[in-house]
């Protein structure tokens, strides 16, 4: 699976857009971005992934760079609540058992 | 929505005790996944399964077994609990593709 960079923290005011950067350079044809927060003391939660084209649901859009080398998560709205690590992981679908590995993520803190 | 849970959210154990952490899952999910979450080291895939009765070991299996009888339930045991099993304890499941649904966590300790 391909390395990520993520910066370890940022602080976000309540309501406004969080945009939450990753640095994935070395990614393949065939692997897709992922998106998971975790919540403290709570388990990983799944947001949105994507293999290049831009994508949106109830919780978050994730943008992909045209050369996939990078890409943002957005949380259009930003609430107390999405106070939370965010990991960006970076994988080919269903391989090596689909297993996920998370590194050190972005701690989001979301200030009244 | 896909709904997993964990038999406990918190569990104190004695070294030696032989430990029993559930997890069932209720969107007739094919595969299903044990990880530890330490502190620095990330997750940690322990074992996970593909079917019933059927079961691989991940990373660190050592010191775990699992049983899967029922495609909802896929239990983690401690056979002889010790500290270094002191832990958080992740239980997930997914249809097949790569969207991995997580339980709530175990946070075990182990005295």
């Known amino acids: 699976d391909a390395k990520t960079t993520q910066p370890p923290s940022m602080d976000c005011a309540e309501g406004r857009a969080a945009n939450l950067p990753c640095n994935h350079s070395?990614?393949?044809?065939?692997?897709?971005v992922y998106w998971y927060r975790q919540i403290h003391s709570q388990g990983p939660q799944y947001i949105i992934h994507g293999l290049k084209n831009n994508e949106t649901n109830e919780m978050a859009s994730l943008i992909i760079t045209e050369d996939r080398k990078s890409s943002t998560l957005i949380l259009p709205h930003a609430t107390l609540r999405d106070t939370a690590v965010y990991y960006c992981i970076v994988r080919v679908e269903g391989a090596a058992g689909n297993k996920l590995t998370f590194g050190g993520g972005t701690r989001v803190l979301v200030k009244p | 929505d896909v709904k997993v849970t964990q038999s406990s959210r918190y569990l104190v154990k004695r070294t030696g005790e032989k430990v029993f952490l559930e997890c069932v899952q209720d969107m007739d999910h094919e595969n299903m996944f044990w990880y530890r979450q330490d502190p620095g080291l990330g997750l940690r895939l322990i074992y996970f399964?593909?079917?019933?009765?059927?079961?691989e070991k991940g990373d660190i299996p050592e010191g775990y077994s699992v049983s899967r009888e029922k495609k909802e339930r896929f239990s983690l045991i401690l056979e002889s609990a010790s500290t270094n099993q002191t832990s958080m304890y992740l239980c997930?499941?997914?249809?097949?593709?790569?969207?991995?649904?997580f339980g709530p966590g175990t946070r075990l300790t182990v005295l």
């Open positions: 070395t990614i393949s044809g065939n692997e897709y």
């Open positions: 997930a499941s997914t249809p097949g593709r790569d969207t991995q649904y």
């Open positions: 399964s593909y079917d019933v009765k059927m079961k």
